[in-house]
């Protein structure tokens, strides 16, 4: 192992096929408004937690609940998993505000997700 310990599970996307019907739902589960509200993206803050709603499973296709792993050092990571087996899925790219993520999926094809603040 190389150090590059994650710093937990802070943020995870759910598929949706109805954004506004799902928006009410989270809202209504966490009681709070979402912080983003966009055609292509909600996202709520909850107790240190991120979700996010992505409709129609978003341009990587999402088919099921993505967890992703907070990472100090996205492409360490990425390495360490894919020596252990993993296969790499999304290679990381920035989405925006220095925020890298990528994807992998285990030998039984989960997805993990992995996501680094720069």
């Known amino acids: 192992m190389t150090g590059s310990s994650?710093?937990?599970?802070?943020?995870?996307l759910h598929p949706v096929s109805d954004l506004a019907t799902a928006k009410a739902v989270y809202a209504a589960l966490l009681?709070?408004?979402p912080q983003t509200d966009s055609?292509?993206?909600v996202g709520f803050e909850a107790e240190g937690q991120h979700i996010g709603l992505v409709p129609g499973g978003g341009p990587q296709g999402m088919t099921s609940p993505v967890a992703y792993w907070h990472v100090p050092d996205i492409e360490a990571k990425l390495a360490e998993v894919?020596?252990?087996g993993a296969t790499v899925k999304e290679v990381a790219h920035d989405i925006?505000?220095?925020?890298?993520?990528?994807?992998?999926?285990?030998p039984d094809g989960n997805v993990l997700g992995l996501l680094q603040d720069r």
Do not use: E, N, Q, S
């Open 31 to 33: 009681g709070i408004a």
């Open 96 to 106: 925006g505000g220095g925020r890298l993520v990528a994807t992998v999926t285990d």
């Open 82 to 84: 894919t020596a252990a």
């Open 6 to 12: 994650p710093r937990g599970i802070k943020t995870v």
């Open 39 to 41: 055609p292509y993206y």
